[in-house]
Nanobody
């Protein structure tokens, strides 16, 4: 069974940095795209950053220049380096990936990790 497990969330002051990690495990054949989403209270879940299997990246306008997505294919892991954090970045951050495994190719989600930006 495929699982995505996130880590690295927490409380940080405005202007600070955090690094999120998301590791995929299970009987994985290959991973296509990997991505980070976030959901603030009372709002919809929005795409933050996306990285293809070839390493091409896209970002939400609100995080361009501050956040960086990267992946380590050998470890089946995706990272989100978040710098210059703002209170508006406060949300639950979710990892998402399209994974080919036993049984087929599906989109998987992590359980989410809380990021709180506050003084």
């Amino acid at each position: 069974q495929v699982q995505l497990v996130e880590s690295g969330g927490g409380l940080v002051q405005p202007g600070g940095s955090l690094r999120l990690s998301c590791a995929a495990s299970g009987s994985i054949f290959s991973i296509n795209y990997m991505a980070w989403y976030r959901q603030a209270p009372g709002k919809q879940r929005d795409l933050v950053a996306h990285i293809t299997g070839f390493g091409s990246t896209t970002y939400a306008d609100s995080v361009k220049g501050r956040f960086t997505i990267a992946r380590d294919n050998a470890k089946n892991t995706v990272y989100l380096q978040m710098n210059s954090l703002e209170p508006e970045d406060t949300a639950v951050y979710y990892c998402n990936a399209e994974i080919s495994a036993k049984g087929g190719r599906f989109s998987y989600w992590g359980q989410g990790t809380q990021v709180t930006v506050s003084s």
